[in-house]
């Protein structure tokens, strides 16, 4: 099993930035896909962005050019950089791992909230 704990989150303005950083333990895997999932107010969990191990990243089209996400195989961590921050950036932000042997594991998730 993999636990997931993240960092970061809170309120900002809109056009700033925040940082997200998420940290597994456990049976963590070397080869697997770490990454950012969110969900808003009365909406589906919907994917941010996401990094596998090679360092291949996959990002949603509403936040390519503003968001970054980053991860330090090392620390078995991967970080969320945001950028020109918009209210409809406001949701729930969850950390996700998943590798080839078991179902994906999500941590508790933390707020993000932006204001106009």
């Known amino acids: 099993q993999v636990q997931l704990v993240e960092a970061g989150g809170g309120l900002v303005q809109a056009g700033g930035a925040l940082r997200l950083s998420c940290a597994a333990s456990?049976?963590?895997?070397?080869?697997?896909?770490m990454g950012w999932f969110r969900q808003a107010p009365g909406k589906e969990r919907e994917l941010v962005a996401t990094?596998?191990?090679?360092?291949?990243?996959n990002y949603a089209d509403s936040v390519k050019g503003r968001f970054t996400i980053s991860r330090d195989n090392a620390k078995n961590a991967v970080d969320l950089q945001m950028n020109s921050l918009n209210v409809e950036d406001t949701a729930v932000y969850y950390c996700?791992?998943?590798?080839?042997?078991?179902?994906?594991?999500w941590g508790q998730g933390t707020q993000v909230t932006v204001s106009a």
């Open positions: 996700n791992y998943r590798d080839f042997f078991r179902a994906p594991s």
């Open positions: 990094i596998t191990s090679g360092g291949n990243t």
């Open positions: 456990g049976s963590v895997r070397s080869i697997n896909t």
